[in-house]
């Protein structure tokens, strides 16, 4: 888990500032800290797998933890989050943080996640990218819809906050700004 | 043609900077290969056999007589004093240093030009046809929906790391001049009865390993919605098409997994959320990009028929310059101009496709002193200056012939489509420049190649088909078999309205049997033709039997070949 994450509010600067997400691979992930996040420190807020939510939320101790903001879910590339609306339209209530994960950097399928929670779901709370997070795709990802990034550990983060204001035009829309046009 | 506004120059200068940066933390160590190569990619930028190749955009084939200098320059500057037009409206050149690429990015900036997402796997440089505008067959100009879907797919983040690359093509006339079925979308343009633009939309067509033409998914889009439209498509691509397996992750594989019907149900499923959104194009962007391109400043002029034009040359040169007029030259839409094809496929020199430094700055000089100062690239890798008066065609024809791009082949055996094959690329199996030399040596004789007329002949190195064998009426494809190179010929391929994918003869052939083989299969078409009829019509009609069987007649080698790689390929 990293210390720092770079955050990029909707209609804000992008800085650096403490990580308190611990992302949870589910039950399957060897050297995990915890076997289930109601064991997990009660320090940390963790991210489940969104299909692990899926059977698991009827849990009480999830769930009760989940009531005070400590659970959010990932999105792994195969979750196909249409086919689950109804859970996730429950979770605009429960969960602070979502994320959707980049198992390689070039694999560009959680791009459409993130596009679809904003413009789909409506979703406000942030939306973090985790995984192999790298500094030339944090633009793409900020225009999509992320506001949060988890950068893989050897990654420069200073130099990650310098690619937010690279472009000052933009040809086509995104969950930023609209495509740009000439004063009339 | 296009000029940039504000947004878009900006737009390019501050990309040039992006990759200045991405290069000097690659070259610093900071950025290891493995992550820098899709962002060098969606610059263009290849690593290949010698060195860098860069590959920049010509989009939907339009270019002016400055910015052909600027390739010239970059030809002469930066790389050995060539440069070779594709199949898809690049220009590509082989010899380039990577701490040099910024420096050459920011002269094509100058000139509003640029290599972005020209590869990678992304939405490429978008194709049209060359005589857009100009020719007589045309339903609608493509030209401004092509430069609004270049804008609108410019930097598009949700489709910056797509399955696989993604290529469009977009057709206005009734003819077919750009492949439009062998792209991931093809996009054909008309009026309605109402006089409005509207598009029917093809998806799932392409070559390579599995070639298939396009299906029809969707007819009469108002042209407002394309964006909207498009971001549907690209999304249900983007979220599943398969990843696991790099040759399967084309469109065509997704579109043909779920049917072209339950493709199409799912991207209008996406699609009605999507199409009353402001993405859509709106009237003031289409009179912002539509203004430029306004017809240029015609005389007015009446038109002349062939003999008044020939009548201008002295008798001796009328023969061959009557030629020249029948195979190069196109009707035009307006009286007294023509368009005239500069072939770049002169015998057994260069490849097909090749312009020297020399040559571009030529033809820029005549495309200002003829076409004022534009110039469009083919599908063919020839070049046309689109806008030519009749009255001039001879000089013309002069002038051209001293820059060895007027040789009179334009459809004929001899103007070979070929990729770079195995001298340059890395992919390549097999080279496919010698091959098409040697053709171009044993088909020497213009007269001849006139009475045979119109026929394909398209060679690839691999089966990336970057040479387009797939829809050659011939197509010539590099095989490796064990570390040696070997081709397969196809037959019966086309590209326009009746595009058809050509069908593997038999057995592959050394390189040196090529010749022959050719030689045997123009032969038996020679032998079968009836009156006119040109080289696919026979081979429609009497099948591959007569040509498979020659081709076969003479091979000594054949026997040679392992069938069982033969079969994996087709």
Redesign the interface.
């Known amino acids: 888990m990293n210390k720092h994450i770079i955050y990029f509010p909707k209609d804000g600067q992008a800085s650096l500032v403490s990580n308190e997400w611990q992302v949870w691979n589910g039950e399957l992930d060897e050297g995990a800290q915890f076997e289930s996040p109601d064991q997990a420190s009660d320090l940390n807020k963790v991210l489940v797998p969104f299909h692990w939510w899926i059977t698991h939320h009827h849990n009480t101790n999830i769930m009760a933890r989940a009531n005070k903001g400590e659970i959010g879910v990932w999105f792994a590339t195969d979750d196909d989050i249409l086919k689950h609306a109804n859970i996730i339209k429950a979770g605009k209530a429960l969960w602070p943080v979502v994320a959707a994960h980049f198992p390689i950097f070039r694999d560009g399928r959680s791009f459409s996640t993130a596009a679809l929670l904003r413009q789909r779901f409506d979703w406000q709370n942030e939306v973090r990218a985790i995984g192999d997070v790298l500094i030339d795709q944090l633009l793409q990802g900020a225009r999509v819809g992320f506001d949060a990034f988890e950068m893989r550990a050897d990654q420069d983060l200073k130099v990650g906050l310098t690619q937010f204001d690279l472009f000052s035009v933009t040809t086509q829309n995104s969950w930023r700004r609209k495509r740009s046009l000439l004063e009339a | 043609m296009y000029k940039y506004?504000?947004?878009?120059q900006?737009?390019v200068d501050?990309?040039v900077?992006?990759f200045r940066d991405?290069v000097a933390?690659r070259l610093d160590g900071?950025?290891a290969e493995e992550?820098f190569r899709?962002?060098r990619l969606q610059n263009g930028l290849y690593h290949q056999r010698h060195a860098y190749m860069l590959r920049i955009a010509i989009p939907y084939g339009l270019l002016s007589a400055k910015q052909l200098r600027t390739l010239a320059l970059i030809s002469d500057q930066y790389d050995r004093g060539y440069g070779h037009f594709t199949t898809r409206q690049n220009i590509q050149f082989n010899w380039i240093e990577l701490a040099q690429t910024p420096d050459i990015l920011a002269e094509l900036a100058k000139v509003e030009m640029h290599a972005i997402q020209t590869s990678g796997?992304c939405i490429r440089n978008i194709t049209s046809d060359a005589f857009a505008g100009v020719a007589g067959d045309e339903y609608v100009d493509s030209r401004p929906v092509c430069e609004l879907l270049r804008?609108?797919?410019?930097?598009?983040?949700?489709?910056?790391?797509?399955p696989r690359k993604f290529k469009f093509a977009i057709n206005g006339a009734k003819e077919d001049r750009t492949v439009l079925l062998c792209h991931d979308v093809g996009i054909e343009l008309k009026k309605n009865t109402w006089g409005e633009l509207i598009a029917d939309l093809y998806a799932g067509g392409g070559m390579g390993r599995t070639p298939i033409l396009g299906s029809l998914i969707k007819q009469d889009l108002p042209w407002q919605v394309l964006?909207s439209y498009l971001t549907a498509l690209l999304?249900v691509y983007?979220?599943f098409g398969r990843?696991d397996n790099l040759y399967k992750a084309r469109i065509k594989i997704l579109v043909k997994a779920l049917g072209p019907q339950e493709f199409a149900r799912q991207v209008e499923g996406e699609w009605t959320?999507?199409q009353n959104g402001?993405?859509n194009f709106t009237k003031g962007e289409w009179e912002?990009v539509a203004k430029h391109f306004t017809k240029p400043a015609y005389q007015q002029l009446s038109s002349l028929t062939n003999e008044q034009v020939i009548a201008d040359a002295p008798e001796a040169e009328q023969t061959t310059f009557a030629r020249w007029l029948e195979r190069n030259v196109r009707p035009h839409q307006v009286p007294g101009y023509a368009s005239v094809i500069l072939s770049l496929k002169p015998h057994g020199t260069v490849a097909p496709g090749d312009a020297t430094t020399a040559q571009m700055k030529a033809i820029a000089d005549l495309s200002d002193q003829y076409s004022f100062g534009e110039l469009r690239v083919t599908h063919e890798q020839n070049l046309v200056l689109a806008d030519v008066e009749q009255s001039k065609l001879f000089e013309l024809w002069r002038a051209a012939k001293k820059q060895n791009v007027a040789l009179a082949n334009i459809g004929l055996l001899t103007d070979i489509i070929a990729c770079p094959g195995g001298d340059f690329c890395s992919l390549a199996n097999a080279k496919s420049l010698p091959i098409a030399k040697a053709i171009q040596e044993r088909f020497d004789n213009l007269d001849y190649l006139f009475d045979l007329g119109d026929i394909s002949l398209n060679i690839s190195g691999c089966i990336n088909s970057c040479g387009h064998h797939h829809v050659g009426n011939i197509g010539v494809l590099g095989v490796d078999k064990d570390g040696e190179e070997w081709y397969q010929i196809t037959l019966g391929g086309e590209q326009g309205v009746d595009a058809a994918i050509g069908k593997v003869i038999g057995p592959s052939f050394y390189a040196d049997e090529i010749p022959d083989v050719i030689t045997s299969v123009i032969n038996t078409y020679v032998g079968h033709r009836l009156d006119d009829e040109s080289f696919i019509d026979a081979y429609r009609r009497l099948g591959v039997g007569p040509f498979k069987e020659a081709a076969y007649k003479n091979s000594k080698k054949r026997k040679k070949v392992d069938d069982q790689s033969e079969s994996a390929l087709s």
């Not at chain 2, 506004?5 to 878009?8: E, K, L, P, T, V």
């Not at chain 2, 804008?151 to 797509?162: D, G, I, K, N, R």
């Open positions: 506004d504000a947004i878009d900006t737009l501050q990309r900077a992006q991405q933390r900071s950025l992550e899709p962002l796997n804008q609108w797919s410019t930097l598009h983040p949700e489709f910056a790391h797509l964006p999304r983007n979220r990843r959320h999507l402001d993405d912002r």
